[in-house]
């Protein structure tokens, strides 16, 4: 009875997680480059971030305790991993990498920032993450069904 459960509270914790993900990458930062100063570009990104990090938090908690479940009722296999190592990857991120990579671009001072090139880099690695985080998705699907 805990398994469809677990399943449940799994597939919706990612999708509402990498769909953020996707709309970030998709919508938000082009959205924020096409910002005409800085300060509105940084305002903008603030504000989704602040909002979509703590749904993200909430979800990567969510995918890997149901994860972990799963694990122990269905075994380990090459998909598993990759999503572990996803997972690993975005908690690092979510729960304190991020604040200081966000540290090292933003803590200069304001007229030493090109935020153009900033924001170009940070949706750069946001594409990366997306095209593992589909990567995982589909090993997920595939591992499940074969």
């Known amino acids: 009875m805990l398994y469809p459960i677990a399943l449940t509270i799994h597939i919706i914790s990612i999708i509402i997680w990498i769909g953020g993900v996707a709309f970030v990458t998709m919508v938000t930062f082009p959205m924020i480059q096409?910002?005409?100063?800085?300060?509105?570009?940084?305002?903008?990104?603030?504000?989704?971030?602040?909002?979509?990090?703590?749904?993200?938090?909430?979800?990567?908690?969510l995918a890997g305790l149901s994860g972990l479940y799963l694990i122990n009722v269905k075994g380990m296999s090459?998909?598993?991993?990759?999503?572990?190592?996803?997972?690993a990857v975005y908690a690092s991120l979510l729960f304190g990498l991020e604040k200081k990579i966000f540290k090292s671009l933003f803590g200069k001072p304001s007229d030493q920032i090109d935020t153009k090139k900033i924001f170009a880099?940070?949706?750069?690695?946001?594409?990366?993450?997306?095209?593992?985080?589909?990567?995982?998705?589909?090993?997920?699907?595939?591992?499940?069904?074969?």
Request: cysteine-free; proline content about 0%.
């Open 78 to 87: 090459l998909g598993v991993w990759i999503m572990m190592v996803l997972w």
């Open 121 to 146: 880099i940070l949706q750069g690695f946001h594409w990366i993450v997306l095209t593992l985080s589909f990567l995982a998705v589909a090993a997920g699907i595939w591992v499940a069904h074969y």
């Open 34 to 61: 096409r910002g005409t100063s800085s300060l509105e570009q940084v305002m903008m990104f603030q504000g989704t971030e602040h909002r979509f990090g703590k749904i993200a938090k909430t979800m990567v908690i």
